[in-house]
């Protein structure tokens, strides 16, 4: 009997980053854990991979050069192929705005660089088990799943979405182009003093008396041209009160539909 027998790897990752030492560091602390690693330097050759021999799961760089990580997961999750592996996003960004924008084009995870060690072994060992589950599950009630309709996994989606967005500590407001808030984070409910539902009943006019209809078609335009907009304003509470805020607007596209993600900071003592 051979007592040497070959340890198969623990599961096999894609590890996406335009910068040598990133993949050479990523790639080290993982295979002395057991992981199989797949290394790449761009989203082309990324896609191309992953639909050749799909990963268990992909940590992926955001800031690429010609095709940026937001792009090649969007990319991942319109492929049957490829479109369940999960995504842990891993950048030196740190702003409410770019960890948004992860969770909406599909990430489960976001590693903030510099990382540990420790911290990587866990989200990546976290994630894994979760797909894992996710596949017997499938496995388990494949008739089930496909009685599914889009509108149960649409809403599962969004559930998951809001548990993210939860735990930011900024307020975080979605409004549509006719001003109509259409989600909002426990931060903007403790922030103004209503309840999620009173919330999402109300437009930016009720809760920002510096916009009029005038003023928000202006603002839509703006930030739909330049992307991103930084300014201070003033909000009402429920109580009446006037806050001083700080808020950082970005235009997002999703399914079609056109949104401002909005970062409310509460400024009043500053």
Partial sequence: MDNHQVQLPKANILVVDDTPDNLRLLSAMLTQVGYEIRRVINGQTALKTAEAAPPDLILLDIMMPEMNGYEVCQHLKASQKTRDIPVIFISALDEVFDKVKAFAVGGVDYITKPFSEEEVFARVENNLTIRRLQKQ??????????????????????????????????????????????????????????????????????????????????????????????????????????????????????????????????????
């Fill in 137 to 270: 599950l499938t496995e388990q009630n494949i008739l089930l799943q496909q009685e599914i309709s889009d509108r149960q996994k649409a809403e599962s989606a969004l559930r998951l979405s809001q548990f993210y967005l939860d735990k930011f500590k900024d307020s975080i407001f979605f409004v549509n182009s006719d001003a109509q808030l259409v989600y909002v984070n426990e931060a903007a409910c403790c922030h103004l003093g209503y309840s999620r539902t009173q919330l999402l009943t109300m437009t930016v006019y009720d809760i920002d008396p510096n916009f009029s209809t005038v003023a928000w078609r202006s603002h839509w335009k703006e930030v739909r041209q330049k992307g991103s907009l930084t300014f201070e304003s003033t909000q009402l509470t429920q109580d009446g009160q006037d806050i001083a805020v700080e808020i950082t607007v970005n235009y997002l596209e999703l399914n079609g539909r056109e949104f401002h993600c909005a970062s409310v900071r509460n400024i009043t003592s500053y």
